[in-house]
């Protein structure tokens, strides 16, 4: 049903959503009467939109987060940039899955109805804080009733149209870890703007905006999980919410990014079964090129596939998800630049490789950089070792 | 649904082969590198244990087990040392191609599984054929291959003079060839790596298995199988390569801290862990397929094979490198499982071809030409 969707519905917009930088608003109007969301893909499987009783009934082992990266394939098999723009919760649904308190979970994720298509959002990034996510400077004053937000946010997917934003401030930088905050940031509210949409190297069609937070007042009703959370636990609980998030996040955006490589390797396949002369040797070297793609592709959804599993199992899977992405997000770009490779000259013109291109190097970057994934599985390698990196 | 979790049976097998590889194989490494073959110790606790028929058929006291089942205690095993698993009998090509044969008992194994049978691919630069008789006449010196030093009874496979392809069985008793060692000093030295001589050798009627569409179905179908079990053993020496650099990298430092805080270092082991992951997925995947679709798989097969033979030189290579000087040195082990990796590379086809052998697949040219159809 996914592939159809991404096959039928969007893929024939695709290079037209690149070339306006948008998603045609009455396309995303029917998608969301249709039901479908990315956040389907998201772990916890249903973007939110379960009740609370209903998760007693779920099966002993739980499927959501293979179905999940399946699913999230599929769609930016479809067009990546279209797929983040598709209404819903996003990279904010799973914060607030998993932190939020039942009274916030119905209040931001109960919002996501198909009469109007709306989003979440998820800003963690600022100007001087990318990988080292500690170093937010975004502050969040504590006053009568909530919380006052001063600061910048960057890299923000959706954050201009989003309905809310969970957003991280630190109450205290010299706390370090321990000062950070997750807040439900709503749209409209004083003080909050979202002052740019960002032109891009690829993913065009996608909204990456830029958000400032001037003397914001935040209700205490919206910070993610209530004081209690906070007061409870031992020092980096806010910090941990963004974490975790990531380990949640990193094995769907490595789908992704498996996705796009796909699609630019069956494009590439098809092209030279068309483009190339009958009855003539096919150089062994693209041969060799197509096998190695055929490889490199399976591989990552392997180490994808095992991430969502782990997940699954309730197991921790942080050096899992960190491979996952690692992997893909290299393989990808190697797989859309081998694809240009055999299609020669021809490619850059009006085909879809050249934009998958210029798609997929970003998912080397956000959700952590490929630097990011590696210290990452490094530090779970010597951790038995009692070597802290 | 998709699970990456062995059976208990799997489980049990593979505990006991890793116990095996741990305490014996490890340990006798070296030495059956110099004596250039396992030790008749460990060849005989192999055999105890049923290490070493696994992929026989049980009408030849085999234990015919599933491929999924046998990635993972190859995988066991070759951690310990892949040199001796390469030399270990029974653990041969010629298993798989027994194993798909129509009917295996008619086979006169000399001693069992314990026998080391070579299969040898014979290819036209190196080995002219001319037909006499009904049978065949062999002439020429093969390349450097596994096993067959010491060999009493050779399969293989040849094209005849007009395309045919033929399968033979030869026996040292009724044909004769000469074998010779050569000058091997790269890897996989117990490994019985040699050469095969023939002059003039006669393959006779009744040597012959088969011929024709059936030969070859039956040569696709053992080459899958063995692209799916060499690859195992490539994940066994990564793996191995692998956790003996995180231990001693843990360990070692320079410029006043331990060298895995230099992201050049903790970056590489890194990229090790991934590309032994990697490759263990796609055999584990594999082997999957070719258990339940035949030679159908051998995308599949040739995917995990080229992938595993790169990750296998680049993990070992890098375990190397991490060692720095002391990675050069034959008293630590990564020095040879660089070696060992190199030489499964060389024996068992260059990656290149693997990877066009998946393209070609999945592109749907013919096989043997390349074109498109």
Redesign the interface.
């Known amino acids: 049903m996914v592939h159809w969707f991404a096959e039928h519905e969007m893929r024939p917009i695709s290079l037209l959503a690149d070339r306006e930088e948008r998603v045609p608003d009455d396309w995303l109007a029917k998608v969301n009467r249709m039901g479908i969301s990315l956040s389907m893909s998201n772990f916890g499987g249903d973007g939110g939109k379960k009740k609370e009783g209903e998760a007693r009934k779920e099966p002993r ?1 739980r ?1 959501t987060n ?1 179905l999940g990266v399946i699913a999230a394939e599929e769609l930016a098999w479809g067009d990546p940039a279209i797929a983040l723009s598709l209404p819903g919760p996003g990279l904010g649904g799973p914060p607030v899955m998993s932190t939020g308190t039942p009274e916030q979970k119905e209040r931001f994720l109960g919002i996501f109805t198909k009469d109007e298509p709306r989003w979440g959002a998820y800003a963690l990034t600022e100007p001087g804080a990318g990988s080292d996510v500690s170093g937010i400077r975004t502050s969040a004053k504590k006053v009568d009733g909530g919380y006052v937000l001063n600061g910048h946010k960057v890299y923000i997917t959706n954050g201009g149209r989003a309905s809310w934003v969970v957003a991280f401030a630190t109450v205290d930088p010299s706390l370090g870890r321990a000062g950070h905050r997750a807040f439900v940031v709503e749209k409209g509210t004083p003080g909050f703007t979202c002052t740019r949409v960002a032109h891009k190297m690829g993913l065009r069609a996608s909204e990456t905006a830029e958000l400032v937070f001037e003397d914001c007042f935040v209700p205490i009703d919206n910070l993610l999980g209530g004081e209690a959370h906070y007061e409870n636990r031992a020092g980096s609980s806010g910090f941990r919410v963004a974490m975790s998030t990531f380990d949640s996040t990193r094995p769907i955006v490595a789908a992704m990014a498996v996705g796009i490589a796909r699609a630019a390797y069956e494009y590439t ?1 098809d092209f ?2 068309k483009e ?7 150089r ?1 070297d ?11 592709i ?3 959804r ?2 994808t ?2 991430a ?2 782990k997940a699954d199992l309730g197991q921790p899977n942080a050096k899992e998800a960190a ?1 996952c992405k ?2 893909a997000g290299r393989i990808s770009l190697e797989v859309c630049s081998d694809c240009l490779e055999i299609m020669g000259p021809i490619g850059l013109d009006g085909h879809l490789v050249e934009k998958l291109y210029r798609d997929v190097k970003v998912f080397d970057i956000f959700e952590g950089t490929n ?1 990011i ?3 990452i ?2 530090r779970r ?2 951790e038995p ?3 802290r ?1 | ?4 979790l062995p059976s208990e049976e799997e489980q049990a097998f593979v505990e006991v082969a890793s116990e095996f590889a741990r305490t014996q194989l490890r340990e006798a490494a070296r030495e059956a590198e110099k004596s250039r073959m396992p030790s008749d110790g460990i060849v005989a606790k192999a055999h105890e244990l049923g290490l070493i028929s696994l992929e026989l058929p049980e009408s030849l006291a085999g234990s015919e087990l599933p491929l999924v089942s046998q990635v993972q205690i190859l995988e066991a095993l070759s951690y310990g040392d892949l040199g001796i698993v390469q030399g270990l009998p029974g653990l041969c090509d010629s298993s798989s191609l027994i194993r798909v044969l129509p009917d295996p008992g008619r086979l006169e194994l000399a001693d069992g599984a314990a026998q080391r049978v070579p299969w040898l691919k014979l290819e036209a630069g190196e080995i002219a054929v001319v037909e006499e008789k009904g049978g065949f006449r062999l002439q020429g010196v093969t390349h450097p291959r596994r096993s067959v030093l010491g060999a009493d009874q050779l399969l293989v496979s040849f094209f005849a003079p007009g395309g045919e392809a033929v399968l033979a069985w030869l026996n040292r008793t009724e044909t004769e060839w000469r074998d010779e060692a050569g000058d091997v000093r790269l890897g996989l030295l117990a490994a019985h790596v040699g050469r095969a001589i023939f002059d003039a050798t006669l393959v006779r009627q009744e040597d012959i298995l088969a011929r024709g569409a059936e030969a070859e179905a039956l040569v696709r179908e053992a080459e899958t199988r063995v692209a799916v079990l060499e690859a195992a053993k490539c994940v066994g020496v990564m793996r191995a390569s692998l956790e003996y650099t ?2 001693y990298t ?1 360990q070692r430092k320079a410029f006043g801290q ?1 060298i ?2 230099f ?1 050049g270092v ?2 590489t ?3 090790m ?2 590309e032994t ?3 263990r ?2 055999v584990w ?1 594999a082997a999957h397929a070719v258990d339940a679709r035949g030679a159908e798989s051998v ?1 599949e097969a ?3 094979l ?2 595993a033979l790169r990750s296998a030189r680049f993990v070992t290579n890098q375990g190397v490198q991490m060692l720095g000087g002391a990675g050069y040195l034959q008293e630590y082990p990564v020095e040879k499982w660089m070696r060992d990796a190199q030489a499964q590379c060389v024996l068992y086809g260059r990656e ?14 013919a096989e043997k ?5």
């Open positions: 082992e499927q293979r396949l030279v079964k190339y002369p009958r009855g003539q040797r096919v062994s693209v041969l060799a090129k197509l096998g190695e793609m055929d490889a490199k399976h591989a990552a392997l180490l596939w095992e969502a599993w491979m690692a992997h630097q994934q590696h210290l599985v490094a390698l010597y070792h009692g070597l990196l | 649904m998709i699970s990456f995180i231990e843990s331990e895995p805080k992201q903790s970056f082991v890194a990229d862990a991934i992951e990697a490759a997925n796609l995947q995308r040739a995917r995990a080229a992938y290149t071809a693997w990877f066009e052998r998946a393209g070609g697949r999945a592109l749907g040219v030409e390349g074109v498109l159809v």
